[in-house]
């Protein structure tokens, strides 16, 4: 089976820190993303990746970068974290293929609080 | 803008059907149908897809009307687990950006 692996199930981090989420897939996926995930919205798409190198902003960019250094790998930056950014961070990976492009496969999560 | 339609909630009894619609009018002729669904505290997960014939895998139906502008997602013999949140979605676009709508929630009651 698919594996995709968000580092921390949850973290607490203060207002103004640079904060990193990092994302593993194990199946060799072109397409990766990251969404957030609050209360009464739904799951709302920040960035995704169809490539090494490659990003594309999503529904809600700001606030957020993102790094793809290497395939099975996607970062999602937290320039200085604000309260507004305490979230549910979903990961999710798929292959780049006609038809399958949608078969997202996703990690546990990361319930992110910033105070 | 998400570009399908659910009911927000619904209830189903344990041991029968769980039907659960969902609404894609703008659904171009080359986009899938996928299903997810998310129990409390975990990631979503994969159910189904579909591009126009009906499907059926070991966990669901997917029934897609002839015009594609609607689809109805089938669980057969629904159990308290399956008690979730059900996304339909469709691709936005021309790129690969998918979005999620708000989903149903789906409550199995014994």
């Known amino acids: 089976d698919v594996k995709v692996t968000q580092s921390s199930r949850y973290l607490v981090k203060r207002t103004g820190e640079k904060v990193f989420l990092e994302c593993v897939q194990d199946m060799d996926h072109e397409n990766m993303f990251w969404y957030r995930q609050d209360p009464g919205l739904g799951l709302r798409l920040i960035y995704f990746s169809y490539d090494v190198k490659m990003k594309e902003k999503g529904d809600i960019p700001e606030g957020y970068s993102v790094s793809r250094e290497k395939k099975e790998r996607f970062s999602l930056i937290l320039e200085s974290a604000s309260t507004n950014q305490t979230s549910m961070y979903l990961c999710a990976s798929s292959l780049r293929v006609p038809g399958e492009n949608e078969k997202l496969f996703f990690g546990s999560g990361t319930q992110l609080s910033v105070l | 803008d998400a570009k399908t339609t659910q009911p927000p909630s619904m209830d189903c009894a344990e041991g029968r059907a769980a039907n659960l619609p969902c609404n894609h009018s703008?659904?171009?002729?080359?986009?899938?149908v996928y299903w997810y669904r998310q129990i409390h505290s975990q990631g979503p997960q994969y159910i189904i897809h579909g591009l126009k014939n009906n499907e059926t895998n070991e966990m669901a139906s997917l029934i897609i009307t002839e015009d594609r502008k609607s689809s109805t997602l089938i669980l057969p013999h629904a159990t308290l687990r399956d008690t979730a949140v059900y996304y339909c979605i469709v691709r936005v676009g021309a790129g690969n950006m998918l979005t999620f709508g708000g989903g149903t929630r789906l409550m199995v009651k014994p």
């Open positions: 703008t659904i171009s002729g080359n986009e899938y």
